[in-house]
Each structure stands twice: as C-alpha cells, then as structure tokens.
C-alpha cells in the first residue's frame, strides 16, 4: 500500500451505529479481543490542538528504541506531546495502514490510525479523512472496548468531535476518559478544547492547570498561554508562549509555538512583530500553512497589499479553510477589487456545503460571512441554534449580536456584545461590535471608548472593518469640554424654619424598570 494518506480511499469496514460516532454514548462492550502486538510496538493515540500525535502510554512496557526514520519521530514526538511533521505523519498513517490489513483486531493501532487521520483532515482541510477516522475509531473500540482499557480511541473520538465543532460530543468523551484514568494526560487537551468551544472558561483554566501538572513542557507551555490569553493577561501569555517555543523540539512544535507567538503581535497591533515570528515558522517549517495565512494578514496591516494576495492565493490553494477564503474575499473587497472579492465568496459558500456535509460544524464563518456580505437574518438564525445547543464562547456572542445589530435589532443585540467582550480577551473585532451597537442606540459615550479600544488594542484588525471603526468614531466627535451642564447639584433652597424631610421613595427595581431584552440573562430571548 502507498505510504501516503489515500486520496480516494476504500471504505474501512465499518460498524458505526446510526448517529455516528461522535454523537453516541461509548458503545456497549463485546467479546474480549486478544491483541497482537504491532511491530513497532504498543502505541496508544491522543490528538493534541498543536496537532494529533500518537503517544506511548505512561504505563506501556519498554520496548526496544525504534529504528530512526520518519515513523520513529513521529512515534518521539508523540511521547513528548508535540505534533509530528506532515510528513512524518504521512509515513505513519501509511505504517499503520499496512498494518491493520494483516492485524484487523489490533485496537491500539486502529485508534493509531483513526487519531492520525483526525489530525490530517485537521492540517490539510479535507474533512473526507474525519469519515476514515471514525470509523477506524470504531474499528478500535470494536476489538478493544473504551472500557476494557482501550481510553485511546475515546480520547481519538473526543479529537473527531472537537476537529467538527462537536464540542459537547468532544466533553462527554474527555470527561468519560477523565472519570476513568483521571491521570491520564491525553484527555486534558480534549477537554480544553471542548470548554473553550463551549464558552465555560473556568473549566479549560482548570482542565489547564491540571494537564500543567502532568505534562511538563511545551505542549502544557503553550495551554497555558492560551488560557493567559483568554483572561486577557496579554503580557503573561506572551512570556508563556516565548517560553514554550524556547522549550519545542523538532521543527513542527517550533514552528507551532512560533506561529503563537506571531498571533500574540498581531492581536496587540504589531504586524511588523508578528511577521518576523510567522517567518521565522516558515523557516522552521516551511510546511506550517497557518504561518503562511497569518503572513498574509500581517501584509495586508503593513500595506504590502501584492504580497499579501500572494500568500493568501498559495495558502488558500493549499489549505482551503473557510475563515482564510473568507479573509482573501475580505481583502478583495477593500481593495475595490469587487469581481475577485464575489469570486472568493462563491468559492466559500462551496466550502460551507461540503464542510456541512461531512459532519463539520462551520455556522461560525458562515455567520460571519452572512452577517456582512449575505443574508444577516439567516445569520441570526444560524447563531441562534449554536447558542441553543450551548456552544456560548466569546466569538458565538459576538457574531451572535452583530448578526442581530445587522438585522436591525441592536437593542436585543447588546447583551451578547457586552458578553462577549466582558469574557475578558482583547480582541478589536469585539470591541468594534460592541461600539457600533452602543452608537445605534444612542450611546454615545460608551460607543466613543470602545471604538477608541478596538483601535487602540489593533488599528489594523480587519481591512474591512478597522476604517470603518474610525470613520464611526469620526462621526461622534469630541465629547463636549467639561461635562454637561446640569452636572453640578441644584443649590438648596432657604428654608422657613425646620421641617420633617418625607421618606425618599424607594428606586424602582431593575425587573419593574429595565426594558426586558435588557433584563434577560443572555441567551433567554435566543429562541429562533
């Protein structure tokens, strides 16, 4: 068999029940399954967000050292938690495929292969690879069921449902591992994932601090970085994050924690900073395609419009995800460049369809894209059933009350907003939204501060947007010199002689006087 990842794969038999694999309770346990041992040896698989790695389970039994080649450094990368090389990767699929043709009922391998697949799809955008991973996933659970010690192919389910945007899915799986093997460190990174997905910070900053406690290293380095982020320490996930790409090994974990690095200049406004990271990735890697997007977008903020197109051609040919053909069309669009810009969105709607059609959850972009360049009602439904369906993050609020601000309801649109950029990370885009809402209902003061906060915190977050931020700011003007007039207290009035003051009347209660889209914890008016 080719060592390479099938392009036209043959169907795995399957034995996925109706729902697929990602949207059921573990499968109930079968016969016991004698195992074979493969001939590189007992390998468990886990799926990290800096990429799917394989591991070797901490109470595996030594074996002896690999002969070096690709499939042994992935194999390496793996018992550091760190993401293999694409082609490394490539070798081991292509390994474990071979096997499991005369090994069908090795179940570590088939979760080998099923978790390797997740992390293909994952890096090359062809959702086609998370049908193969699950079944090869099923194929594990099968010989080996979750609860007779085989935790590694819930842990790959958990990676599949995370890679679709099944973050529910993805939490039942990393909680189901957790409850089991509590310190097995290959469920945490599913679970943060999956909190994250869902909006519940302070369950990833636990899962975090746990997965810190057993797993040392760039892999934990770069969580916590992140979670640094999400809090809006921007300085301490900056530190982080340098630390951790001083402790990677092996080109792609450095050029992972690099490109990090890169989206940390980016998000503060430095583009010039944020390029020399994403280059110094590429040097790294020269594979690393989300360097090469993240490239683009700083271009794009350094008004090297030609080499910004460059890099998002090559990028979104290799790597079609739907958020860069987004962003090309984008760039497009404010370049004037109208024929090009409608080119990129057909090309995006096409994506869409074929991302919803293998599984994959793609309604944030398409909201996004509705929201400004479609249909911003059909947004508003759009964001409307991911918030029924609980996936609460940061970026479902935003888009949610800009849908709804771009449909005419701003009033309703607020709470989200303010949500949104009450979670506590700094992003302009938030503030932005936030702002203009605030500006339609008359707000002007507070409209005024976060326009100022969206271009202060980057002036360059969008080629759409941040001249349009300035352009609303312009229109408010000044606030007027030294406050309104009827700031000072009226002088008391003279007085007869002494009276009894009536009692003050009470003030009226939030329940009897708010309007009720105000009242409403977010979410509650969120029926479609």
């Known amino acids: 068999m080719d060592a390479k990842p099938q392009q036209n794969p043959e169907p795995i038999p399957s034995t996925l029940p109706p729902q697929g694999a990602t ?4 499968p109930p346990a079968p016969m016991r399954t004698t195992l074979r041992r493969a001939a590189f040896g007992a390998i468990a698989g886990a799926v990290l967000v800096t990429g799917a790695v394989i591991v070797v389970p901490d109470d595996a039994e030594e074996a002896a050292p690999p002969v070096p080649g690709p499939v042994a450094r992935a194999e390496a990368a793996a018992a550091a938690g760190s993401p293999a090389s694409l082609s490394d990767l490539t070798a081991l ?3 474990r495929q071979k096997w499991v043709e005369t090994h069908p009922s090795d179940a570590r391998s088939w979760a080998v292969l099923g978790t390797a697949y997740v992390e293909w799809g994952r890096r090359s955008a062809d959702a086609a690879y998370y049908t193969r ?3 090869a996933l099923q194929r594990s659970l099968a010989a080996q069921p979750g609860e007779r010690g085989n935790a590694e192919a819930w842990v790959g389910l958990g990676a599949l449902a995370n890679a679709r945007n099944d973050f529910l899915a993805a939490k039942k799986w990393g909680e189901t591992v957790r409850a089991r093997e509590p310190k097995n460190w290959t469920a945490y990174p599913v679970l943060i994932d999956a909190y994250n997905g869902l909006g519940a910070y302070a369950s990833a900053a636990k899962a975090t601090e746990r997965f810190g406690t057993l797993r ?7 969580r916590t970085s992140e ?11 900056l530190a982080t994050a340098q630390e951790a790409a001083d402790h990677a090994t092996g080109p792609a974990a450095k050029a992972a924690a690099l490109h990090r690095l890169g989206d940390l200049a980016a998000e503060r406004g430095e583009p010039a900073e944020a390029l020399a990271q994403y280059d110094a990735a590429l040097r790294t890697d020269r594979g690393h395609l989300p360097s090469l997007a993240g490239r683009a977008r700083a271009l794009a903020a350094l008004d090297r419009t030609d080499e910004a197109l460059a890099d998002y051609r090559t990028v979104t040919t290799k790597l079609p995800r739907p ?12 370049l004037d460049l109208d024929g090009d810009a409608r080119t990129q969105y057909a090309k995006l709607r096409e994506l869409l369809t074929r991302a919803r059609s293998a599984g994959v959850d793609a309604a944030l972009t398409e909201a996004r894209f509705e929201a400004d360049h479609g249909d911003p009602e059909a947004a508003v439904e759009l964001m409307r059933t991911e918030w029924a369906a609980k996936r609460r993050s940061s970026a479902v609020s935003d888009t949610l009350a800009w849908s709804l601000h771009r449909a005419g309801r701003s009033e309703e649109a607020l709470q989200y907003a303010e949500r949104a950029v009450e979670t506590g990370v700094r992003n302009a885009s938030y503030a932005y939204h936030l702002g203009v809402i605030e500006s339609a ?8 501060g976060h326009l100022e906060q969206a271009l202060r915190t980057d002036p360059y977050f969008s080629p759409l947007a941040a001249p349009l931020a300035q352009e609303a700011l312009d229109e408010l003007g000044e606030p007027a010199a030294g406050g309104p007039a009827d700031m000072r207290p ?4 003279p007085s007869a002689g002494p009276s009894r003051e009536p009692a003050p009347k009470p003030l009226p209660s939030p329940s009897a006087s708010a309007p009720a889209a105000a009242r409403a914890e977010p979410g509650a008016s969120a029926t479609p």
């Open 133 to 135: 991973a699950e079944q």
């Open 227 to 237: 979670m640094y982020r999400n809090q809006g320490w921007r300085e301490d996930a």
């Open 216 to 222: 040392k290293g760039a892999p934990a380095l770069t």
């Open 490 to 493: 009226p002088a008391p009035e």
């Open 441 to 448: 209902l008359g707000q002007d003061g507070p409209a005024r």
């Open 323 to 334: 958020e860069y053909v987004l962003e090309l069309g984008e760039l497009y669009e404010s």
């Open 23 to 26: 949207s059921v309770p573990p």
């Open 93 to 95: 699929i292509g390994d």
